[in-house]
């Protein structure tokens, strides 16, 4: 598994939903500060949650902010002796 797909999924494991009071779904992962979705359904609440997620990621490594290291994995570590960030080389 790519390190950037077992973060992913390391990362949803740790996600927390709630089913709020118009019958709607949130969900936020607590680790991950901003990491949050909403959806009419638990699934649909799923899917919002791992698009922010995604989203969270390659915006925090394109603008160079350090990640939390989630399951041993960290995508802060230089690969192949570089990474990403927003300087042009």
């Given at each position: 598994m790519f390190p950037l797909?077992?973060?992913l999924e390391a990362a949803l494991e740790l996600a927390l939903y709630d089913k709020l009071e118009?019958?709607?779904f949130a969900g936020e992962i607590p680790k991950l500060h901003g990491v949050v979705g909403?959806?009419?359904t638990l699934r649909e609440c799923?899917?919002?949650?791992?698009s922010t997620l995604e989203d969270w990621i390659l915006v925090g490594l394109q603008l160079g902010h350090r990640l939390p290291k989630l399951a041993g994995i960290d995508l802060n570590q230089h690969a192949h002796g570089r990474m990403a960030s927003n300087q042009k080389t």
């Open positions: 797909t077992a973060y118009d019958g709607t909403f959806g009419k799923e899917q919002m949650l791992r």
